[in-house]
């Protein structure tokens, strides 16, 4: 998850912060809780703001993880006699690095939750250090994670580094008190595993983000919106195919999410499916259909297609996400070859150039940039006649250069080395998929 740029911030998120942090030094005060514990929120939240330039949401959602434990925290600790060691601490750690896909925001928040377990169940400081260790250890196992399975693992990693740990810093501790501790801190390990995985479906409904497992089930083949893309509009699904391959080599090249690219492109062109024979991909036997229409006409059908894909979309409930694509993948782009027919019918200047636009949003995130452009750069390579490495580079970068000047790129945070690279890897993975082939000579009879 991107969270380096700058988000406009309204009255009511930051009503919503201040009530936040109110309701939580309420609970401190009766719960007889040091009321340091929402300050170190508030100060969590100032430093998300100001230095990770998150919006609000974030500080909200990763609030509710750090207000859950403590919730647990106190029902441990006032209601059963258990160690208070059992407290699965690793478990808010392991789910930021799940949901957000960000280490720098999984160290904070593993450094936040074991500061917070620390001052609600007084450990020393050694044991806060320990519950520390055992939830980077586990989130860390966690990072670019394909399977469920890994999670156990996880939390099975988290154990053997806090009994690890444990036992370093206290050498000559007497077996019957290590057996009392250790126990507690060896099942609190398995226990975040388990609960990570009981839990993450539902964190990722309530915070709208989706997780590489998600992503992976969204990328299978057999999933029900891309069988019908296959039967319903195969030129379209080929498109998506190349699109996604020279996505996921550029968000890779940048360091981009590079799974969620890739599910992005899959998915960005589903509106195609409703009417299937008025784009060029899927026009082999048809013809063109647009020659018979005005091209104001044209121009609604063409526009239609976004507002038909993230219908689509909603309907097998594809995550927002992967929803953002669908729009986001045309910006607000001229619809440059019917636009240059109207004013060459003449009317164009009746409606003006704005009615031939698509409505956005402009990308607002690295990776739906990545698909504007691989979108359209697979489009104007298509359109070539000869695929020579020279003419696909020259048209590559004049293509994203032209979507640079017409600012599609003004709301996402891409840098012109990010630009560059991304341009360089299309180049390269096009140059290898048009590369020249040597002529078979004919068998002699």
């Known amino acids: 998850m991107k969270l ?192 990570v995985i009981a839990s993450l479906k539902v964190f990722e409904a309530l915070f709208g983000e989706v997780t590489n497992f998600t992503l992976l089930e969204l990328s299978d083949s057999s999933h029900p919106l891309l069988k019908r893309m296959v039967v319903e509009a195969p030129g379209t699904y080929h498109h998506s195919l190349i699109v996604s391959n020279l996505a996921e080599a550029a968000a890779d090249a940048i360091g981009a999410h590079a799974l969620l690219v890739r599910v992005g492109a899959y998915y960005h062109d589903i509106g195609k499916m409703v009417n299937p024979e008025y784009f060029t991909e899927n026009q082999i036997i048809t013809g063109n259909k647009h020659d018979l229409l005005e091209p104001s006409m044209s121009r609604l059908v063409i526009l239609n297609h976004v507002k038909e894909g993230v219908d689509l979309a909603r309907k097998y409930r594809l995550s927002q996400k992967i929803v953002d694509f669908i729009p986001q993948h045309h910006g607000t782009s001229l619809i440059h070859y019917f636009y240059q027919k109207a004013l060459a019918e003449g009317e164009a200047q009746e409606v003006g150039e704005e009615e031939y636009r698509y409505p956005g949003p402009k990308p607002q995130t690295k990776e739906s940039a990545i698909v504007l452009l691989a979108d359209s750069v697979e489009g104007a390579t298509r359109a070539l006649e000869e695929h020579t490495p020279q003419k696909i580079e020259d048209l590559a970068r004049k293509v994203i250069n032209n979507k640079f000047i017409d600012g599609q790129l003004d709301e996402c945070n891409l840098t012109l080395r990010d630009i560059d690279a991304i341009a360089s890897t299309f180049v390269r993975v096009l140059g290898a998929m048009y590369h020249s082939r040597v002529k078979y000579p004919e068998t002699s009879k």
């Open 4 to 195: 380096l740029k700058s988000y406009p911030i309204s009255f009511d998120q930051v009503f919503m912060m201040v009530m936040t942090l109110a309701a939580l030094a309420v609970f401190c005060h009766f719960a007889g809780l040091p009321l340091i514990i929402p300050f170190l929120v508030f100060l969590f939240g100032l430093h998300l703001f100001f230095y990770k330039k998150a919006p609000v949401r974030v500080f909200l959602h990763l609030g509710f993880l750090l207000v859950l434990l403590l919730f647990a925290a106190h029902l441990l600790k006032s209601s059963t006699g258990l160690s208070y060691f059992y407290l699965p601490v690793a478990v808010v750690a392991m789910l930021t690095t799940l949901l957000f896909n960000d280490m720098q925001l999984t160290f904070m928040m593993a450094f936040m939750s074991s500061a917070l377990a620390g001052l609600m169940m007084d450990f020393s400081l050694s044991e806060t250090l320990i519950l520390f260790m055992g939830s980077l250890a586990g989130a860390y196992k966690l990072k670019d994670a394909r399977t469920r399975g890994v999670v156990l693992w996880a939390g099975l990693l988290a154990a053997f580094v806090q009994v690890s740990c444990y036992y370093l810093i206290n050498p000559d501790i007497n077996t019957t008190v290590a057996m009392g501790i250790l126990k507690p801190l060896f099942i609190n390990g398995l226990i975040s595993g388990i609960v």
